[in-house]
């Protein structure tokens, strides 16, 4: 259990967008100066306040992107059309400007990087980004433990980090990355486009099963895949969620 | 005041119902750490069991024989969703607790699926908590914790355990599930006790 990752009290930090990079037409990775931060567990999120100069402010919770790293955080925001908070992040936020979070948060749905066990995650859309966090901190502890993603989004340019994931499994070190495209598939892709489905997934009773197995996605997705891995065989107890309301602002 | 973010104005609401850091949504977010469990309640049992160990257990047509309320709440989600006006049909815990024999000072509700909250045993009397089984005239879906969650809307909803199985009545307080992972003990969205030391 990763509790220990949160002692105390969760102060205010008041932190410095140091880049911002688009990741598609819809989203943007924010890399923030912190200097108090101290790190995270990969899986964890942070809650960021934005403050308008008559003193309104809007609060709300993203997944953090980056390996655990100290004095620094990165973010993956996606832009929801008529969101509060997502549009001036991914508009308006430019290098420079200040950046109030706190955290990180959550000790449940984090990947043990001590853990040798083999790790299954299932990502819907910009539930990637958590997931993202773990397949960075693999590399980054030196961990060998198997990894495998499956990637389920809307169409090849609708994919966060789709070059890096390329790189990082042509290192062929452990790390299988599959496609499920939902809407639009690339020319010539085997499977015609569609939600995720059983013949996707692993088998639970494997002669090496997962692990862990880590869902994160919009709520009808996890919804879907939990039950889907349960079909497959793989343990109730060994499947930890995450779910992003269509409201995420 | 936070320190301000140049360009962010934000969208004003005159709404005072909302506690800080939350904001509206109009549809019902589903937050839950791992699977969907599936109970039918032909097995589902309610066990209270009090700080001296007796129990008192209902199945679901006892339950759902006990007097039940309509009830239009506020609910308030940690994640910092509001929803406003929300109608419940359950049983309270007052009804559930009448009989029961206790000088205990704390509850820990415990579900089907293992996740567990703890509350103060104050805190789901006179009217503040209830069995909940309908959700705006429906029989409560599986995703939102049905057959039967506990409602407890003036705390922040991970308090309102899905699936609920049964409390223990407590002369000691034992932190829950998301209470031992870095949330806040009590849970107060007036208060904005979202995590340790908040």
């Known amino acids: 259990m990763a509790g220990a990752a949160v002692l105390g009290r969760l102060s205010w930090q008041d932190g410095t967008v140091r880049d911002i990079r688009k990741e598609t037409e819809a989203a943007v990775s924010i890399a923030i100066d912190l200097p108090n931060w101290a790190g995270h567990l990969p899986g964890q999120h942070v809650d960021i306040r934005l403050t308008a100069d008559d003193g309104y402010s809007a609060e709300r919770s993203y997944s953090i992107a980056s390996a655990p790293e100290p004095g620094r955080v990165e973010l993956t925001v996606q832009r929801l059309e008529d ?36 790790v299954l995650l299932v990502a819907g859309g910009s539930g990637i980004v958590p997931l993202m966090s773990m397949i960075r901190s693999r590399e980054a502890a030196g961990s060998h433990a198997p990894f495998q993603l499956l990637y389920s989004v809307r169409s090849p340019a609708d994919a966060l980090y789709a070059a890096e994931l390329a790189e990082r499994q042509r290192r062929a070190d452990g790390l299988r990355i599959d496609y499920v495209y939902t809407r639009t598939a690339p020319a010539g892709w085997p499977r015609p486009p569609g939600r995720l489905g059983a013949a996707e997934l692993p088998r639970g009773d494997a002669t090496s099963p997962p692990s862990a197995v880590f869902v994160c996605g919009p709520t009808g997705f996890v919804e879907a895949a939990a039950n889907l891995l349960i079909q497959a065989g793989h343990r109730p107890a060994a499947i930890k969620t995450e779910r992003f309301g269509p409201s995420g602002g | 005041m936070g320190i301000v973010s140049p360009g962010f104005h934000g969208r004003r609401r005159g709404d005072q119902k909302l506690p800080p850091g939350q904001y509206l949504v109009t549809d019902f977010p589903v937050l839950s750490a791992g699977p969907t469990p599936r109970v039918d309640t032909g097995s589902w049992r309610f066990r209270l069991k009090t700080e001296t160990g007796q129990v008192r257990e209902w199945n679901w047509a006892e339950f759902r024989a006990l007097p039940d309320d309509d009830i239009t709440v506020d609910i308030h989600c940690v994640t910092k969703w509001s ?46 908590a209830w069995i909940a089984f309908e959700y705006e005239g429906q029989p409560l879906t599986a995703e939102h914790g049905g057959p039967a969650r506990l409602l407890v809307p003036h705390l922040y909803f991970w308090k309102s355990a899905k699936w609920v199985q049964g409390i223990d009545l407590r002369d000691k307080d034992q932190p829950g599930f998301w209470e031992s992972l870095g949330y806040n003990n009590y849970g107060d969205p007036w208060r904005e006790q979202r995590y340790w030391g908040d």
């Open chain 2, 83 to 128: 929803k406003l006006t929300t109608h419940w049909r359950g049983v309270s815990l007052d009804v559930l607790l009448a009989e029961a024999d206790t000088s205990a000072q704390f509850v820990l509700a415990h579900s089907y699926g293992g996740y567990t909250t703890n509350l103060p045993l104050a805190d789901v009397r006179d009217g503040q």
């Open chain 1, 83 to 118: 969101g509060e908070v997502s549009p001036y992040l991914t508009g308006t936020l430019r290098p420079g400007y200040p950046f109030e979070l706190r955290g990180p948060i959550g000790g449940w749905f984090v990947w043990e990087q001590a853990s040798p066990g083999p």
